[in-house]
């Protein structure tokens, strides 16, 4: 795996958001810990409900609430919605530096595509001011778009007008490895969010950070 700088030829870069820009998983932990409350079940220890993170808000709570309880997993969605909403910005930051990302030193176009409901990814990326700095931002549009499924990247490949060899996704989980491997654009893996490290770095991905720092120095050179 190559550690940096990037290709010049690079001149898109697809963000994945919880894990990668944004360090979100407590006030995610805290909101499911909430709903179950509500719907008078145990709740879980925040680092179980970390585990869950990164298949979509109805993974996340299939999991939570126990996968053969269809009918509380109905009411979880609702019930969850509104607590995400309402604590999404509490506690959740951009990862430490990577605001360097957004302050205009870095001319490379940049979008953002992620298993995360848009409803939730426009609340946190409005509230952290970034959401302008993001030429295309694309969420699931069903289950069955989530990654690894190339669609979200394909789709912003086709509304920028950029061919796959001149993108690169920055991921933390085996999701966006194979995600981007599937688009065929080049995929950089973070070892600082929630994915497993040893079963992201099996699928060897283009580049690796393991810190934030790593990533400006990959991005700035």
Request: charged share 25%; aromatic share 8%; net charge negative.
């Amino acid at each position: 795996m190559n550690r940096g700088p990037i290709a010049d030829s690079i001149r898109l870069v697809i963000f994945d958001l919880d894990g990668t820009l944004i360090d979100s998983k407590y006030d995610i932990a805290a909101s499911v810990n909430l709903t179950l409350g509500d719907l008078k079940l145990p709740t879980l220890p925040p680092e179980q409900i970390f585990t869950f993170v990164g298949d979509g808000v109805k993974r996340l709570l299939r999991l939570s609430v126990g996968e053969g309880n269809e009918a509380r997993y109905e009411e979880a969605l609702r019930i969850f919605r509104g607590h995400y909403l309402a604590h999404c910005l509490d506690t959740t930051q951009l990862y430490p530096g990577l605001d360097r990302l957004f302050d205009g030193r870095d001319t490379r176009t940049k979008a953002m595509a992620t298993n995360k409901s848009l409803e939730y990814t426009l609340r946190i990326i409005e509230g952290l001011k970034v959401k302008d700095r993001f030429a295309a931002i694309e969420g699931p549009l069903d289950q069955s778009d989530l990654k690894p499924d190339p669609g979200m990247l394909w789709r912003i490949l086709e509304c920028l007008s950029v061919q796959p060899e001149a993108a690169m996704l920055v991921g933390d989980s085996t999701n966006d490895v194979r995600a981007a491997q599937a688009a065929g654009v080049s995929a950089c893996a973070v070892g600082y969010g929630y994915g497993n490290r040893d079963k992201v770095s099996a699928l060897k991905p283009d580049y690796y950070c393991e810190k934030p720092g790593d990533l400006l120095s990959l991005l700035f050179g």
